[in-house]
């Protein structure tokens, strides 16, 4: 038998860089019953033609404003989690943090219809201090529990791959098929992306609170991320 065929190229990037602006939008949302009914049923999802090649679960209507910002969790099976915030879906990611919690756990985490994520660094001295999504090492809570590391990372090409794939949903969860055949099921990638309100307190503290679109929702899942030097 010969080499298996080499993995195709990737599609040509699209993702536009991002303006860079801050504001505060100081409440709460609601969210969605539809995407906590997802989670109970990953990684075995029923096929919903959106995107070539993957399985697709839901795809909620678009949700945009200044605060917003477009935060996508998403893993291979066996792997660990990595979180990607965008501007909006077409843009390239202005944070791409590597976290220590593995994929399977994530999944178990959303079943229960609550999660809080921190992500905890120390601060430095006046003369060292950076922009708080900058910071390079995180320590990540996940309901409470410390659950190791956090790396933020430049975008990597698999990162902007799976970008551009969901470049045009605004709001849903699903299963990627790997991309050569030689990786199996352990290559399917996982993904769940939601719009989220970016509510900046201070140079210190940040939270994203998980939207639903408007006059769709009750408090069934509950997913806030919060940013926090310390």
């Not at 019953?33 to 697709?56: E, M, Y």
């Not at 990638?189 to 994203?208: A, H, I």
Request: net charge positive.
């Amino acid at each position: 038998m010969g080499d298996p065929p080499p993995p195709p190229p990737p599609p040509p990037m699209t993702l536009a860089q991002a303006a860079t602006h801050r504001k505060k939008h100081m409440h709460k949302p609601k969210v969605i019953r539809a995407v906590r009914n997802v989670f109970r049923s990953l990684p075995i999802i029923t096929p919903v033609v959106k995107i070539p090649g993957a399985r697709l679960a839901v795809d909620v209507g678009k949700h945009g404003g200044g605060a917003h910002v477009t935060g996508t969790l998403f893993g291979c099976r066996k792997g660990h989690v990595t979180l990607a915030v965008q501007a909006n879906p077409s843009t390239v990611p202005m944070l791409v943090v590597e976290l220590a919690m593995q994929t399977q756990a994530l999944h178990k985490e959303l079943s229960h219809g609550m999660l809080r994520i921190a992500l905890e660094c120390d601060k430095r001295g006046k003369e060292k201090r950076i922009n708080l999504l900058d910071e390079p090492r995180w320590t990540m809570y996940a309901n409470g529990v410390n659950n190791g590391a956090g790396v933020r990372r430049e975008a990597t090409e698999e990162d902007l791959h799976v970008m551009e794939l969901l470049k045009g949903m605004s709001m849903g969860a699903g299963v990627l098929p790997p991309r050569t055949e030689a990786e199996g099921g352990d290559g399917e990638m996982s993904f769940m992306r939601w719009q989220f309100d970016r509510v900046v307190g201070s140079k210190d503290f940040e939270t994203l609170y998980m939207l639903s679109p408007d006059g769709i929702g009750d408090n069934e899942l509950d997913l806030s991320i919060f940013f926090i030097r310390s």
